[in-house]
């Protein structure tokens, strides 16, 4: 049985295995998925769950996504999958001579069906920050949203 519980332990794991794999000596991945508290407006959400992380921004940006899966898709096969980009291939241990060619459609699948099923009837924005102090180098953060269920969703690098 696929609880929001289960799914959510299942993305996690993958997210955290896929940050392993996917950081190098000179740089290190976080991709998360994490339950904050929900509240009746997205902005109000994503402002609470930035300062439950200490996280001090100067604006706030939310644009919401509908259909959200080719953008969310199209974010998880970029940072996911970088290890195979060619730039990457040259630095890392991960390169053809080790890891044949993945077929992104297929490797993405499982996860990407767990977040639907995460995501249900929620609405799903891409949201920008710009923060007062270093956060990250590059990201893409996505609030999974209803009123009564939340979830952030990072995809980030940093040196």
């Not at 696929?2 to 794999?21: H, P, R, S, V, Y």
């Not at 929900?38 to 439950?52: K, S, V």
Request: aromatic share 12%; proline share 7%.
């Amino acid at each position: 049985m696929n609880t929001d519980a289960n799914l959510l332990e299942k993305l996690q794991g993958f997210l955290i295995a896929m940050e392993q794999i996917n950081s190098r000596a000179d740089h290190g991945c976080t991709f998360s998925i994490d339950p904050i508290a929900p509240e009746a407006d997205p902005t109000a959400c994503i402002t609470r769950g930035l300062a439950a992380n200490s996280i001090e921004f100067k604006d706030l940006k939310l644009e919401p996504l509908d259909p959200w899966r080719p953008a969310v898709k199209s974010c998880l096969s970029c940072w996911l999958l970088q290890f195979q980009e060619p730039k990457n291939l040259d630095r890392s241990l991960w390169n053809h001579e080790h890891l044949r060619e993945i077929d992104r459609k297929r490797f993405l699948q499982p996860p990407l069906e767990w977040l639907d099923a995460l995501v249900g009837n929620c609405d799903v924005y891409e949201f920008k920050m710009y923060p007062v102090e270093f956060y990250e180098c590059d990201w893409n953060d996505f609030l999974i949203h209803a009123p009564e269920t939340a979830y952030w969703l990072h995809l980030g690098v940093s040196d």
